[in-house]
Each structure stands twice: as structure tokens, then as C-alpha cells.
């Protein structure tokens, strides 16, 4: 059963412009989401997060939103650039599990 | 400060041979996550640590798999014997219950792959 899903396995944005990820959750205990960024060969690597009391933060060029009543999480990089090249995992938290989804591949032509 | 370190990085074995891998969690980490990622797939949890008991090993396949933490450090995982579905990335994370985002880290992964 995937708690946490992410339904669109790539993206490709241009440098410059606007990345925006998505990710879905079933479980309405989920207090807490993260994202990650993973480049191959690497384990993945914290990027933002966000509390459930929360419905946005922004750390620089990421941004990410909660939207609680449609169970939707998403990050927005503006502007994007090649180097944000990478799979991006989202992460939701209930007590101390963590439930990641499948992964976005997001490739940035410069 | 270093991150949460795993060894080896790569394995190559034949099925039905044993493998064990290794992680030293972030200093002060008190819980710590064996995971396996699948190609294509995001991390799995196998087996979740609390110090040194494990609270969470429902996903571990205890028939092949086991895992221990001495003293609530380091930790090993083993599998003996190996088959070829055992193929994957196996993910070591650390976290701390009283830091912002839990201090969730992981490790670089040991890429296993059974022949």
C-alpha cells in the first residue's frame, strides 16, 4: 500500500524556468514532509520540508506547499538550473516512520 | 561533521553466498534505518532502530535477513544466503527525535548485486 505517491516518474523543465513536483498522501496522521534530492550513485540528500500545520516554505529558489484537504504536497524550484538535475523523493512522517514516494527525475536543458 | 557513513559501497557476490553491510550513523543519532531501494522505486524500509532495539523490523525478511546495533552505534546488516532479487541499494539513515526535520540523514548506500 503506497502512502506516499508520486505519479510522475520524470520532468524535463528549461534553465530558467519553473520545476514544479507533486506528490500525493493517503494517511491524514502525516505530520511532517520533506523532500529530497538524489544524484546517482549518492544516497539522497535533505532539501526542504514542512510541518502539517503549515502551508508553505521557502529556502531560496524551493518553495514547497501543503495542501492538507487535498492530501498534496508539491516543490516548486524557480529558476530552475542544470544542476538541479536530479530524482527528487517526498517523504511524509507519522510518529518516527518515514514513507517515501517512487521518485520524479527532473532533467534542466540549459 | 561527518555524515552518516556506509561501507562498502559496492558488492558483488554470487546467490546464496553471505554479504554484510556496514553504518556508522550520524554522532548522537539515537534512531537509525536500514532501507533498500529497488531501481526505479523509492526507499523501503526494512528495519527501524530506537538506540539499540529494534522497534520496527516487519518489512525484514527474517528468514535471510538479520540485523544488529551494538551499543546504539553502528550497524550491521547481513544476508545469508543472497539471492538474485536481493539486487538493490541498500540505505543506512540516522535521525534525532528533538531536531528541526528530525536531523533525517542518509548514507551514500552500498549497491548490492547478486549474480
Known amino acids: 500500500d503506497q502512502q506516499v505517491k508520486q505519479n510522475s516518474p520524470s520532468l524535463s523543465v528549461q534553465e530558467g524556468r519553473i520545476s514544479i513536483l507533486n506528490c500525493d498522501y493517503t494517511?491524514?496522521?502525516?505530520?511532517?514532509f520533506l523532500w529530497y534530492k538524489k544524484y546517482p550513485a549518492e544516497g539522497p540528500t535533505f532539501l526542504i520540508s514542512?510541518?502539517?500545520?503549515?502551508d508553505k516554505n521557502e529556502d531560496g529558489r524551493f518553495t514547497v506547499f501543503l495542501n492538507k484537504s487535498a492530501k498534496h504536497l508539491s516543490l516548486h524550484i524557480v529558476p530552475s538550473q542544470p544542476g538541479d538535475s536530479a530524482v527528487y523523493f517526498c517523504a511524509a512522517r507519522t510518529g518516527n516512520q518515514f514513507y517515501f514516494g517512487t521518485g520524479t527525475s527532473l532533467t534542466v536543458i540549459p | 561533521e561527518a555524515g552518516v557513513v556506509q561501507s562498502p559501497r559496492y558488492k558483488i557476490i554470487e546467490k546464496k553466498q553471505p554479504v554484510a553491510f556496514w553504518c556508522n550513523p550520524i554522532?548522537?543519532?539515537?534512531?537509525l534505518y536500514w532501507y533498500r531501494q529497488n531501481l526505479g522505486q523509492g526507499p523501503e524500509l526494512l528495519i527501524r532502530?530506537?538506540?539499540?532495539?529494534?522497534?520496527?523490523d516487519s518489512q525484514l525478511p527474517k528468514d535471510r535477513f538479520s540485523a544488529e546495533r551494538l551499543k546504539g552505534v553502528d550497524s550491521t546488516l547481513k544476508i545469508q544466503p543472497a539471492e538474485l532479487g536481493d539486487s538493490a541499494v541498500y540505505l543506512c539513515a540516522s535521525s534525532l527525535w528533538d531536531t528541526e526535520n528530525y536531523g533525517y540523514t542518509f548514507g551514500s548506500g552500498t549497491r548490492l548485486t547478486v549474480v
Open positions: 514542512i510541518s502539517s500545520i503549515k
Open positions: 554522532s548522537g543519532h539515537n534512531t
Open positions: 532502530y530506537e538506540n539499540e532495539e529494534a522497534v520496527d
Open positions: 494517511n491524514s496522521m502525516f505530520d511532517y
